[in-house]
């Protein structure tokens, strides 16, 4: 029931053998490890890409997937490639939380989920997330004449280079205001 499966059904259901494969470190970016590191699949595909796995490829041959070791590392690809972000691996940004590496309940996952993430590269994803809200709130104010203001920003440090002043502490988001009932959106949107 989460939008995540919306565009896969689209290709599935609706328009079957129409969808293209993208690369996911810049649409529905996780910024997670892209390497099989799990030790229930070490044999088979250890230090592997995490790929798609194909009988065959487009030219009719055999993939080999013990040689799939060079993938992009999407927990380092630069933010001003990516499209879409999808906040599991990374926290949400109006959580207010920092990624930090998972700490597993198996302690036999410990290697393998020490560096999930790069919780740097999230802090920019939530940056970016709060820096089109930041836009999106200007426009709306331009667009109503004023009658829609940004919420006072905290200047308490928390976390101010991700956050941008929109969390005054761990889970304290800050919400947007609504805009009145006659605000005309098309307005906004130059319409």
């Not at 280079?161 to 959106?185: A, K, N, Q, V």
Request: aromatic residues 12%; neutral net charge.
């Amino acid at each position: 029931m989460a939008y995540q499966g919306v565009v896969a059904y689209y290709y599935d259901q609706l328009r079957p053998n129409t969808a293209v494969e993208l690369n996911v470190c810049r649409w529905n970016q996780v910024a997670a490890d892209v390497l099989w590191r799990g030790p229930e699949r070490k044999t088979e595909h250890h230090l592997q890409c995490r790929e798609y796995p194909r009988l065959t490829l487009p030219d009719g041959t055999t993939p080999d997937y013990a040689s799939n070791t060079n993938c992009e590392d999407c927990r380092n690809t630069p933010v001003e490639l990516v499209k879409t972000v999808h906040y599991t691996a990374c926290k949400k940004p109006w959580e207010c939380r920092m990624a930090h590496p998972r700490v597993p309940r198996d302690k036999s996952q410990t290697y393998r989920l020490d560096n999930l993430v790069n919780v740097t590269y999230c802090g920019l994803l939530a940056r970016k997330w709060f820096e089109l809200r930041m836009e999106f709130e200007d426009a709306m104010e331009r667009a109503s004449d004023g009658r829609v203001k940004r919420p006072s920003l905290s200047s308490d440090g928390y976390e101010e280079e991700y956050f941008l002043g929109y969390c005054h502490r761990s889970g304290g988001y800050t919400p947007m205001e609504p805009p009145p009932r006659d605000f005309d959106i098309q307005r906004m949107y130059g319409m």
